[in-house]
């Protein structure tokens, strides 16, 4: 049997302790070997294993994004936050078209949106194309990342908000998803104080 296949099984029919301590050995092998064994550990059952695999491929960096891209598309809600939030942590341009797909997806939104704001300009043609998408908050999103990277201007892009005379910079958003309102309150905030 091979190191690749011995550590997976061990994964699978280990203890909860002894799973621990193959993480910790499996993270200090060569990514040839690390990926596949902590492809599997995505997918324990505890949620301590699958955060460990999680950040121990983000410090693999780009060659565990295939593994991150693969597991957006799982069933397991959990797993798919942890591998959209750990694209966002890496932040490498081949995640674009399953960052543009999960965009629609209400959970995950902001998480892809601030992804694709870090991948940069690559993600700018998936993004512009988004702007003319029938979800009002996949546009909010996609003008968010856009605007963040200096490709947009904020007005008269903006979503509808109403702005009280004489409350100086208090604003009320009219927007259905709090995490955009809050992006925007914040950008709103920079450019006026």
Do not use: C
């Not at 078209?97 to 704001?117: M, N, Q």
């Not at 940069?120 to 908050?137: I, K």
């Amino acid at each position: 049997m091979d190191e690749i296949a011995y550590y997976q099984n061990a994964l699978q029919e280990s203890d909860l302790h002894t799973r621990h301590r193959i993480l910790v050995k499996v993270a200090n092998a060569k990514s040839t070997v690390a990926i596949p064994v902590l492809t599997v550990a995505l997918k324990d059952s505890d949620y301590g294993i699958r955060r460990h695999a999680t950040s121990t491929l983000i410090k693999i960096g780009v060659d565990a994004v295939p593994v991150f891209i693969e597991a957006l598309n799982d069933s397991d809600e959990e797993l798919r936050v942890l591998s959209v939030r750990a694209l966002l942590r890496i932040g490498d341009a081949h995640a674009v078209p399953a960052l543009i797909t999960v965009l629609k997806d209400a959970k995950l939104s902001p998480y892809a949106a601030e992804a694709l704001f870090r991948i940069g300009h690559a993600a700018v043609p998936a993004l512009t194309e988004l702007l003319q998408d029938e979800d009002d908050r996949v546009r909010s999103y996609a003008k968010y990342a856009l605007f963040r990277m200096g490709e947009m201007e904020l007005y008269p892009e903006m979503p509808p908000m109403n702005v009280y005379p004489g409350e100086g910079s208090k604003q009320e958003l009219k927007h259905p998803s709090s995490n955009v309102e809050m992006w925007f309150e914040r950008i709103i905030n920079v450019s006026s104080g």
